[in-house]
């Protein structure tokens, strides 16, 4: 992926975080799949990413990932600079009902820390298995609430290194959506719950990760849900999951990779799936979901990155 004058790591701004170049990407994803990313860089805090990208060549293409776990990396790897917040981006403070977090932070911590602190309303990030950033992008929710009903405000930084904040309106959340541009990287945000008991909060997220383990295959390579829920009027009230298996895919299989068992809006590689395979098994559910129900599945799994030399784009 590096130009012919060099590799790309070379025209790179001065940082104070970490630079790498052809950083494996494969073990950081839920799936182990995919190619190296041409450059990646850890940003030590908002400051250090703002000044980076401000001084970033613009043509320099550059993509985010966060924990990966509702991510598929392509074969080919991603070319350009490949962004991970880590440590400078995971403080979580709890002031009365608010909550102060990075966008790094993984969204299990916060709702231990809303817990601890007698916050509810924010259980249901615990069945969400991402960070605030990657909820934040996408309006992350789960068992009837999603990241729109508990958020106050965000941060971020744009590519041109100018820092943005957004209230709740200017997100303009929508089913698995904002509205945010595509390019700004989230840092932080506060949330808000209501005050409630640490026991009852407690409860209730030992029964949210009960029925994760019950109706997910929580201990396989997977990405998480694939694809989104269908608009009711679309699809009859019928859930993903539900097209998918009546459409016959239930444990339909390319190589290594196969739709899940035991939840069939899951993909999941049995071992040495590549991502080509499970992006063309998806692919391959949705033409038959729209043969048996006209219906047109939404990817929710984000894709990134180019094909193998030799694969099909």
């Not at 880590?86 to 916060?110: H, K, P, S």
């Not at 200017?170 to 026991?199: K, Q, W």
């Not at 239930?250 to 993909?267: E, M, T, Y």
Request: proline share 6%; net charge negative; charged share 20%.
């Amino acid at each position: 992926m590096s130009a012919p004058g060099g590799h790309l790591i070379e025209r790179m701004p001065p940082v104070r975080g970490r630079l790498t170049a052809d950083a494996a990407l494969a073990p950081v994803t839920w799936f182990r799949v995919g190619g190296p990313a041409e450059v990646m860089f850890r940003p030590a805090d908002a400051d250090d990413l703002a000044d980076f990208l401000a001084a970033l060549p613009a043509e320099v293409p550059v993509t985010v990932i966060g924990v990966a776990s509702n991510l598929l990396v392509r074969d080919g790897g991603v070319p350009g600079v490949t962004i991970r917040l880590g440590r400078g981006f995971t403080d979580i403070v709890a002031d009365g009902m608010t909550l102060t977090v990075g966008a790094a932070a993984l969204d299990l911590n916060v709702a231990m820390v809303a817990r601890d602190a007698g916050i509810a309303g924010l259980e249901f990030l615990s069945g969400i298995p991402g960070t605030v950033g990657g909820a934040l992008r996408m309006n992350g929710g789960a068992y009837g609430r999603e990241l729109a009903d508990v958020l106050v405000s965000a941060s971020a930084v744009a590519r041109d290194g100018r820092r943005l904040a957004f209230s709740h309106a200017g997100m303009g959340f929508t089913y698995r959506h904002s509205a945010a541009p595509e390019d700004c990287i989230f840092t932080g945000a506060v949330l808000r719950g209501e005050p409630g008991n640490p026991l009852e909060i407690a409860r209730r997220m030992a029964e949210i990760s009960d029925k994760r383990a019950d109706s997910q295959p929580v201990r396989s390579r997977t990405g998480g849900s694939t694809f989104k829920n269908p608009a009711p009027e679309l699809s009859g009230g019928h859930k993903a999951w539900e097209l998918i298996d009546k459409a016959g895919c239930r444990g339909l299989s390319i190589g290594d990779a196969q739709v899940s068992d035991k939840h069939c809006n899951f993909l999941i590689n049995n071992g040495n799936a590549s991502a080509a395979e499970l992006e063309a098994l998806g692919e391959e559910v949705r033409r038959r979901v729209f043969a048996a129900s006209g219906v047109t599945l939404e990817w929710e799994i984000k894709r990134i990155g180019i094909p193998a030399d030799g694969e099909p784009a």
